[in-house]
């Protein structure tokens, strides 16, 4: 669903109109929903090339930029073979697989950027790490968490001043956008990721569990940390700069959504761009380690191969049938149609349509009934769990909508004329 949301708002902001996110809500602000105006310059390529895919070449490109600048900082600092070493872990670590595997993200933005910021930090250029650092906000509001890290490895290197004032920007800037600049935006008026509590003490309980559970009863977060360390091999740990990696792990892993605490979707991307700044930092301290950090990296790097989505793409069949199926499926849907799909349909139908989140209830987001012209109906789909609710679903628009197409397991309607009297 992710790449259709961010389809949906850059495709409007190529057309110059305000990032709306169909999918979730007539009028949905995706500023309401994250503060990301950093996708505002994915507009300008969409505009030239009206395809979705765009996004995707787009963040490949970004995450290849951060590749190319951490290579090339441990080069300069660890020489050519172990600097392009690196590199390659880097770009093959479970947290980049896992990024660039699952949609689109506006993290992929900010993978170069937190790379430069790091590459300023590790040659000792301290201001243009901190303004770097800055502008990590304009990414997405928990990048402030990323942002208080970079500025306690600032402290222990002495430059006390400068991480004061990006602590406060920080911070500062972290309280406006949610407070504000969010809630002003929202069609909910508020900040919907925020756990909900009645007072700061419930709130700091329910925070204090989470890390508890997830660090130690769950044991999740605890395993993502191990996972992410070896990958890196562990000596970055000893670098100040990995206070920038573990602030926003300790933050994830307090939240109540489980989904935030294990090593998938694109949440360790620049915990992995910090720690293997971490390791070259480390490296270059601590020469002596060097043989067993390369041993575990390799070994590490080795498993994520062959484990990690990379390896499934490598071995996937060319042949689809189910993706043909798909295709025929969608493309009695005309252009410049209002939709209702599923989850993984939608996507394939933002470039040139109206797309709705379709659910059990068909309504949207806000619990306001679906009124689309047409309905595409996945009847093996895996979203809400069991797909019994679609034919339970279609049943019920059998009175409103008509059977245009069924075959290969996708069902599409289109809503019945309503008569006019003469």
């Given at each position: 669903?992710?790449?259709?949301?961010?389809?949906?708002?850059?495709?409007?902001?190529?057309?110059?109109?305000?990032?709306?996110?169909?999918?979730?809500?007539?009028?949905?602000?995706?500023?309401?929903?994250?503060?990301?105006?950093?996708?505002?310059?994915?507009?300008?390529?969409?505009?030239?090339?009206?395809?979705?895919?765009?996004?995707?070449?787009?963040?490949?490109?970004?995450?290849?930029?951060?590749?190319?600048?951490?290579?090339?900082?441990?080069?300069?600092?660890?020489?050519?073979?172990?600097?392009?070493?690196?590199?390659?872990?880097?770009?093959?670590?479970?947290?980049?697989?896992?990024?660039?595997?699952?949609?689109?993200?506006?993290?992929?933005?900010?993978?170069?950027?937190?790379?430069?910021?790091?590459?300023?930090?590790?040659?000792?250029?301290?201001?243009?790490?901190?303004?770097?650092?800055?502008?990590?906000?304009?990414?997405?509001?928990?990048?402030?968490?990323?942002?208080?890290?970079?500025?306690?490895?600032?402290?222990?290197?002495?430059?006390?001043v400068l991480a004061?004032?990006?602590?406060?920007?920080?911070?500062?800037?972290?309280?406006v956008v949610l407070?504000i600049v969010i809630?002003?935006?929202?069609?909910?008026?508020?900040?919907?990721?925020?756990?909900?509590?009645?007072?700061?003490?419930?709130?700091?309980?329910?925070?204090?569990?989470?890390?508890?559970?997830?660090?130690?009863?769950?044991?999740?977060?605890?395993?993502?940390?191990?996972?992410?360390?070896?990958?890196?091999?562990?000596?970055?740990?000893?670098?100040?700069?990995?206070?920038?990696?573990?602030?926003?792990?300790?933050?994830?892993?307090?939240?109540?959504?489980?989904?935030?605490?294990?090593?998938?979707?694109?949440?360790?991307?620049?915990?992995?761009?910090?720690?293997?700044?971490?390791?070259?930092?480390?490296?270059?301290?601590?020469?002596?380690?060097?043989?067993?950090?390369?041993?575990?990296?390799?070994?590490?790097?080795?498993?994520?191969?062959?484990?990690?989505?990379?390896?499934?793409?490598?071995?996937?069949?060319?042949?689809?049938?189910?993706?043909?199926?798909?295709?025929?499926?969608?493309?009695?849907?005309?252009?410049?149609?209002?939709?209702?799909?599923?989850?993984?349909?939608?996507?394939?139908?933002?470039?040139?349509?109206?797309?709705?989140?379709?659910?059990?209830?068909?309504?949207?987001?806000?619990?306001?009934?679906?009124?689309?012209?047409?309905?595409?109906?996945?009847?093996?789909?895996?979203?809400?769990?069991?797909?019994?609710?679609?034919?339970?679903?279609?049943?019920?628009?059998?009175?409103?909508?008509?059977?245009?197409?069924?075959?290969?397991?996708?069902?599409?309607?289109?809503?019945?004329?309503?008569?006019?009297?003469?």
């Amino acid at each position: 669903m992710d790449l259709a949301i961010f389809g949906q708002a850059v495709k409007h902001l190529a057309a110059g109109q305000v990032p709306v996110v169909d999918l979730k809500a007539p009028g949905f602000l995706a500023f309401g929903d994250h503060f990301d105006p950093v996708i505002a310059l994915a507009a300008p390529l969409y505009r030239i090339c009206p395809d979705i895919r765009v996004l995707l070449c787009l963040q490949a490109l970004l995450v290849a930029a951060a590749v190319v600048i951490v290579a090339d900082i441990a080069t300069v600092t660890l020489g050519q073979w172990r600097g392009l070493s690196a590199g390659a872990a880097f770009g093959t670590s479970v947290g980049v697989q896992n990024a660039v595997d699952f949609d689109f993200h506006e993290v992929a933005f900010a993978a170069p950027l937190l790379a430069l910021v790091l590459r300023a930090y590790l040659l000792g250029r301290w201001r243009l790490c901190a303004a770097l650092t800055a502008g990590l906000l304009l990414v997405k509001e928990d990048s402030a968490f990323i942002m208080l890290g970079v500025a306690l490895a600032l402290v222990v290197r002495g430059r006390r001043v400068l991480a004061a004032a990006l602590a406060a920007w920080a911070v500062a800037g972290l309280a406006v956008v949610l407070t504000i600049v969010i809630p002003s935006l929202s069609y909910w008026h508020r900040y919907t990721y925020a756990p909900k509590a009645e007072d700061p003490w419930t709130f700091l309980t329910a925070c204090a569990h989470s890390l508890g559970t997830s660090l130690v009863t769950d044991g999740t977060a605890s395993r993502t940390v191990v996972l992410l360390l070896a990958g890196a091999g562990i000596i970055g740990a000893r670098s100040p700069l990995i206070w920038a990696a573990l602030i926003p792990i300790l933050v994830r892993a307090a939240n109540t959504n489980p989904a935030y605490w294990g090593p998938g979707f694109h949440y360790n991307l620049l915990i992995e761009v910090v720690l293997f700044a971490a390791l070259v930092d480390a490296l270059r301290h601590r020469p002596r380690a060097e043989p067993v950090v390369w041993t575990l990296i390799a070994w590490m790097t080795a498993a994520a191969l062959a484990c990690g989505p990379l390896a499934t793409v490598l071995s996937r069949q060319e042949d689809c049938p189910r993706c043909r199926a798909t295709h025929s499926a969608l493309a009695v849907i005309p252009d410049g149609a209002t939709v209702a799909a599923d989850t993984y349909l939608l996507p394939h139908l933002v470039d040139r349509t109206t797309g709705y989140l379709l659910t059990p209830e068909f309504t949207d987001s806000a619990g306001h009934p679906l009124t689309p012209d047409w309905v595409v109906l996945d009847e093996q789909t895996s979203t809400y769990g069991d797909p019994s609710w679609v034919p339970a679903l279609t049943r019920r628009l059998a009175s409103t909508y008509e059977e245009v197409s069924a075959g290969d397991g996708y069902l599409v309607l289109h809503r019945r004329a309503v008569a006019t009297p003469d």
